[in-house]
């Protein structure tokens, strides 16, 4: 996404480290080691389920956050999202964009990761912005389609680095890691598009696909434009809508709950500071974009960095981070699933 918003500020950079390296116990202490490592697992298992039922799932601290703008984010925040602001189609690759065939295994998780089975049974709805062909493609994204409370165009090319990595490259690259992840945890993952098909889809298609998947939740994942000076990450609420054919009113809630996971779980992952420019301690609640307010399961917006900062640009292109943000990913949305 991209806004022509404005309100510069220094990028503060921060990166994580690997985890720890994998060291081999000697044969004699296999056993104890073992049984150590259980141990440690089944900790680190029931720390996880606290931390998804800690207080900052609920904290009246971290609500209202988001919920100080419910009625009038539009006006608070001018921006305007799902919007190309240049010329910019998306194009070039760079800096290893191997995608989801690279995808490592998950990396070093905030917690500890949850079981094989912990999501079987469950659908997740992956919504990666954009798409690749959107440039090429300006009759059939520029059409103007119904979100409820306005008309919008059916979708537009996002962002760039200045380099050239693209917000559809960026984004889809992500949704394969978290999907990976997601599937090993026995989820069913459903994507609005895997590079699959020639532009789009429009964003009301995209609410429409996960409401027809009848997935239990849904996440919309971009990378922002805003100007140069300013950085950081930050998670979209839906806020309330009834209008024409979008009705938040039963997803408002929950969704605020997966907003708060993700915020959490995203900078724990990413060590990616909250957005300097936008929002309130990386939350922010808007009632203007399609594939909120026409989604009728819950479901939140992760911008994951601003793709015109230097320093978030040096991250979101690393390989290794955006593993780490699809973990940020796969784990928020295993929190809400399992604690729900
Ligand atoms: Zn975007």
Redesign the pocket.
């Known amino acids: 996404?991209?806004r022509p918003t404005s309100s510069p500020q220094p990028p503060e950079p921060l990166e994580p480290g690997d985890g720890p390296p994998v060291r081999r116990p000697r044969r004699g202490r296999t056993v104890l080691i073992c049984c150590t490592a259980l141990t440690l697992c089944l900790g680190g298992w029931l720390g996880w389920q606290a931390l998804a039922d800690s207080p900052a799932a609920s904290s009246p601290a971290a609500a209202p956050a988001g919920d100080g703008h419910l009625a009038g984010d539009a006006s608070a925040v001018p921006e305007q999202?799902?919007q190309a602001a240049g010329p910019g189609s998306p194009s070039a690759s760079e800096a290893g964009g191997a995608p989801s065939a690279a995808a490592a295994p998950s990396a070093a998780a905030p917690g500890a990761t949850p079981g094989a089975g912990a999501l079987a049974g469950r659908t997740v709805l992956l919504d990666p912005?954009?798409n690749s062909g959107n440039g090429s493609h300006t009759a059939e994204i520029n059409r103007q389609v119904d979100i409820g409370n306005a008309r919008k165009e059916c979708d537009?090319t996002?962002?760039s680095t200045n380099k050239g990595y693209s917000?559809a490259e960026y984004?889809l690259d992500v949704v394969r890691r978290a999907r990976q992840i997601l599937q090993d945890r026995g989820a069913k993952v459903v994507l609005t598009q895997d590079g699959d098909r020639a532009w789009g889809p429009c964003i009301d298609e995209r609410a429409g696909i996960g409401n027809d998947a009848k997935a239990d939740v849904a996440l919309s994942v971009?990378?922002?434009?805003a100007p140069a000076g300013v950085s950081g990450f930050h998670v979209i609420m839906p806020g309330r809508v009834t209008a024409g054919k979008a009705d938040t009113s039963a997803i408002v809630d929950p969704s605020h709950r997966l907003g708060l996971l993700l915020r959490d779980s995203f900078k724990a992952a990413t060590g990616e500071p909250y957005a300097d420019y936008i929002g309130k301690q990386g939350l922010d609640t808007r009632t203007d974009l399609g594939g909120l307010n026409l989604s009728r399961i819950p479901k939140v917006f992760v911008?994951c960095g601003n793709m015109r900062n230097s320093g978030d640009a040096g991250r979101m292109t690393d390989p290794q981070w955006r593993q780490q943000a699809a973990q940020g990913i796969a784990d928020a949305l295993t929190a809400y699933l399992t604690t729900s």
């Open positions: 996404m991209t999202p799902e912005g954009h537009t996002g962002t917000e984004t971009h990378g922002d434009g911008e």
